[in-house]
């Protein structure tokens, strides 16, 4: 399959504004779940106002939140697949500007010591582009975050000793949640990455934050941590907004990798209730957007 | 609980009568605000036009379209999107707002810290609290963008809305040294240690 660069340009822009328009539907499920649960009234007042929320944006043709966060596109290239990568950069990247100044939408990027707006949610190395692959033949796969700054300011990295053992890392779970309260926008879904590199390790708590609901982590150590840290994080009765409840978190998600014997590493990322995303699937039947 | 229905510009009186945990609707004016604003007027020296005595602020930067001004979009922007940001970022200027430009009302999501408590408590000031990420929401209780100023930070410029049936929001700190943030923060940190017991760590 060769893939048209012009068409991924195109999707680059849909898929921008279809994150920030409409939530998937497991994370619609999922506040149906915590509103079915919740016992706390001013936290079941505060999810009836993000569900009705989720209808206005709908009903109004109106993006969901009002931060258009940072834009990151995730790339999962298959087996088969001609592509030239640069010219996908490229593309993706004027999709993204477009979006914003077609649509328009707020340019939240600014250059980091300057503080400039280039009012195209562009900048130094931004649209984050990660790319990645897979033995799906004949298929391309690009995944659009919009990024919150609100739960992504909920970010943090430590490198644990291995003497603290796995309890050092639920421990910084749980003492960053109760740290950051409302300001991350829960419910939440706490993103864990557990060893690697520093770096890794917090690119998989970002993996892990932006995972759909449901998904669990492939490595079974993890996915058992997953459960436990959900329970226990949703204990502590922070609650939607931090002004008290059940709901502080739809989930935990944690993912993995092989770590130094000296090292122990963990990263938090936070994913706020708005927790938008949506993807585009290129085959040679052409392209199907989905979340 | 009690629900309280707020025109601004509104007087000292009128904020001290709101407690914790009571509801509130807003009419009239709204300004909104952000950090770049902030950092501008209180570290960098610049001044607004818009005289804030009395008013609410809202910690905010819309999604807004360029349009040609008329009785509608008087400032020449139409609204898109209006949201509201986490406050926490900006509690070092709680007390120069409220000092040096006499704001009553501050809206935000995620809570405010103990310096701006202790600012609401000494110059009679409140803050409610608006569910963040419920910005489609909050945009149909917005009628127009009335004026702008200082809009070279767009768009974290100093905004001033006309509002009508603003809310409901929630009193989550007030001028009396409560706030719900710190119970909940309390209630949690009681709590931790169950938590870590339940991971079969000992915290």
Redesign the interface.
Same mark, same amino acid.
């Given at each position: 399959m060769i893939v048209d660069t012009n068409s991924v340009e195109e999707t680059a822009k849909q898929l921008y504004i279809r994150a920030l328009k409409d939530l998937p539907d497991d994370i619609k499920e999922g506040f149906q779940r915590l509103d079915a649960e919740e016992t706390d009234a001013?936290a079941k007042t505060?999810l009836a106002?993000?569900i009705?929320?989720i209808r206005? #944006?709908y009903g109004?043709d109106?993006?969901?939140?009002?931060?258009?966060g940072i834009p990151i596109y995730n790339v999962t290239i298959g087996g088969g697949v001609q592509v030239d990568g640069f010219a996908l950069k490229e593309a993706i990247t004027r999709g993204c500007a477009r979006a914003t100044t077609e649509?328009?939408?707020?340019?939240?990027v600014v250059h980091p010591i300057t503080?400039e707006?280039e009012y195209n949610s562009c900048g130094r190395r931004i649209p984050l582009i990660n790319f990645d692959f897979s033995d799906h033949p004949d298929e391309m796969v690009i995944e659009m975050i919009p990024k919150?700054?609100?739960s992504e300011?909920g970010s943090f990295l430590k490198m644990c000793i291995p003497a603290e053992g796995i309890?050092g890392v639920?421990?910084f779970v749980?003492?960053k949640v109760?740290e950051l309260?409302?300001?991350?926008?829960p419910p939440t879904i706490v993103g864990v990455g557990v060893g690697g590199t520093s770096d890794l390790c917090v690119h998989l708590a970002k993996i892990a934050a932006t995972r759909p609901l449901g998904s669990r982590c492939d490595d079974p150590r993890g996915a058992e941590l997953e459960e436990?840290?959900a329970? #226990?994080?949703n204990?502590?009765?922070?609650?939607?907004?931090?002004?008290?409840g059940d709901s502080t978190a739809f989930a935990v998600h944690v993912e993995t990798a092989a770590t130094h014997i000296t090292m122990n590493p963990v990263a938090i990322n936070i994913q706020?209730?708005?927790a938008r995303r949506a993807t585009a699937t290129f085959t040679p039947a052409g392209i199907e957007l989905g979340y | 609980m009690t629900e309280h229905n707020l025109s601004l510009p509104c007087s000292e009186e009128d904020v001290r009568k709101l407690r914790v945990g009571d509801q509130v609707i807003l009419q009239d004016t709204l300004f909104g605000i952000r950090d770049?604003t902030q950092i501008h007027m209180f570290d960098r020296g610049r001044k607004t036009k818009f005289d804030l005595r009395g008013h609410a602020v809202i910690h905010?930067?819309?999604?807004?379209?360029?349009v040609a001004a008329c009785d509608d979009y008087p400032a020449g922007y139409a609204p898109?999107?209006?949201?509201?940001?986490?406050s926490? @970022?900006m509690e070092r200027f709680t007390r120069p707002l409220m000092e040096r430009y006499g704001v009553r009302v501050i809206i935000g999501?995620?809570?405010l810290l103990a310096e701006s408590q202790n600012a609401f408590r000494d110059l009679g000031g409140v803050y409610l609290?608006i &569910?963040?990420?419920? !910005?489609?929401?909050e945009?149909?209780w917005i009628e127009k963008i009335e004026d702008v100023d200082l809009d070279d930070l767009?768009?974290e410029s100093l905004w001033k809305f006309k509002i009508k049936d603003f809310g409901p929001l929630?009193v989550?700190m007030d001028s009396y040294g409560d706030s719900?943030?710190r &119970? &909940?923060?309390e @209630? !949690?940190?009681d709590?931790?240690a169950?938590?870590?017991a339940?991971?079969?760590?000992?915290?």
């Open positions: 001013t505060i106002t993000m009705e929320n206005v #944006a109004t109106n993006l969901l939140c009002q931060d258009t649509y328009p939408l707020r340019s939240s503080r707006n919150g700054s609100g300011n309890a639920q421990t749980i003492d109760l309260g409302g300001k991350v926008c436990k840290l329970k #226990a994080v204990s502590l009765g922070i609650g939607p907004q931090g002004l008290g706020c209730h708005s | 770049a905010t930067a819309p999604n807004v379209k360029t898109v999107c209006i949201g509201t940001t986490t926490a @970022r999501k995620g809570g609290a &569910v963040g990420g419920a !910005a489609a929401l945009t149909t767009n768009p929630l989550a719900l943030y &119970v &909940v923060n @209630r !949690a940190s709590r931790r169950a938590a870590l339940s991971l079969r760590v000992v915290g």
